[in-house]
């Protein structure tokens, strides 16, 4: 295997980890909530603490890689870390601590993995960036079915013990990683990009994509419950449904950018994912329709952010460090403020309305992919 391939399947484990880790929130919370006696509101505010961490990671990252073997070992260490914490805690303060450390890795490990496909992706970045992003979606599958076992086997806390274990494996292997140190001792350039209105354009849509794609996955589950329509399982498989097409998505668009413009493709998914969605929202007649409305807007929303970063990459000759760190700030942010806006509008008016108003956030990427489409001349 060459030391490319090895490279880029290192980074594709340390991002499936982090999905993995991520994604047994949802199972949690309960669990969090009756063991450490405190209100299911209370234990929700894991979130919050994991998406500081992350903006953290993201933040620190532009110093960190300046040595990305070590950063990228230093990603997997705070990862096991913070799965010892968890497993040790005692009280809910120390739960809150790792996930704000499962946090921070995880904008270490998404700054490492995107910023290795970049410099070292050329013609196939946005290949490798979809991949990449593929392994994420298989363990973002796979966490909550992991967690769901352990808490049926009474050994919820031993979860974390196991993830913390998987860290030091990949760490292990990321020893073995041949990458370039940057030459550079200016840690802050991505705060340029600032001044460029494509790159704030590109920063945008990151926010908005994943702020709709949070507010979904947080709100689909207890929408279709309260039409009536569906049970909890049911609403649960639809929303498995929805990461399937997104996991998998991902491979097709990734190929198919080898082919044809990445700023077709960005513009192009955006619109499709707008549309699949409308067409949820107002389809109620048949089960079947919304279902399959649902995987289609996982379909199309799947390779938004690779292809997002893949098109940011052209725009001009800032580094690929310095855009993903851009890019990974709109993300968090978008992360932390959204499913929030959509929690207060259901309570303020109802449910409904609330994900009606998430319509909007892909309406607004749509008109800003057209900036990319119609103003650069690049693939």
Not at 11 to 23: D, V
Not at 189 to 218: D, H, Q, R, T
Not at 245 to 259: H, P, Q, V
Request: proline share 2%.
């Amino acid at each position: 295997m060459s030391k490319d391939a090895y490279r880029r399947r290192v980074h594709y484990f340390s991002l499936f980890l982090y999905g993995l880790t991520i994604t047994t929130i949802g199972p949690m919370l309960p669990v969090i909530a009756e063991k450490f006696q405190i209100a299911p509101k209370t234990a929700s505010l894991v979130n919050t603490f994991l998406s500081v961490g992350f903006l953290a990671g993201v933040a620190s990252a532009s110093y960190l890689m300046k040595k990305p073997k070590r950063s990228s070992l230093l990603s997997m260490v705070v990862m096991a870390v913070a799965g010892i914490i968890a497993f040790v805690s005692g009280n809910f303060t120390m739960m809150a601590l790792a996930f704000a450390g499962i946090g921070a890795s995880g904008g270490l490990i998404e700054m490492n993995s995107n910023t290795s496909m970049v410099k070292y992706g050329a013609e196939k970045t946005a290949l490798y960036l979809n991949i990449l992003h593929f392994y994420f979606g298989v363990g973002a599958l796979l966490g909550p079915v992991l967690a769901s076992w352990f808490i049926l086997h009474g050994l919820w806390k031993s979860l974390y013990l196991v993830l913390a274990s998987l860290a030091v494996v990949v760490a292990m292997a990321m020893t073995r990683i041949v990458c370039e140190d940057e030459d550079t001792h200016d840690v802050w350039n991505f705060l340029g990009l600032f001044k460029n209105p494509f790159y704030v354009a590109g920063g945008m849509i990151a926010l908005l994509y994943v702020g709709f794609e949070m507010s979904y996955n947080s709100w689909l589950v207890t929408y279709l419950n309260q039409t009536g329509r569906y049970d909890i399982q049911t609403a649960s498989m639809a929303l498995s449904i929805f990461w399937i097409t997104m996991t998998f998505g991902r491979i097709f668009f990734g190929y198919l950018a080898l082919k044809a413009s990445r700023r077709v493709i960005l513009s192009s998914i955006i619109l499709a994912a707008s549309l699949a969605y409308l067409f949820f929202l107002y389809e109620s007649s048949s089960r079947a329709g919304q279902i399959a409305s649902i995987a289609v807007t996982g379909l199309f929303l799947s390779s938004i952010f690779p292809m997002l970063v893949a098109v940011m990459n052209i725009i001009g000759n800032a580094k690929g460090k310095d855009i993903n760190t851009f890019a990974m700030i709109f993300m968090g942010m978008g992360i932390m403020i959204f499913p929030y806006l959509a929690g207060m509008a259901a309570e303020t008016y109802d449910l409904q309305t609330a994900m009606g108003w998430l319509a909007s956030l892909l309406a607004v990427s749509f008109l800003l992919s057209l900036l990319f489409l119609l103003k650069l001349k690049k693939r």
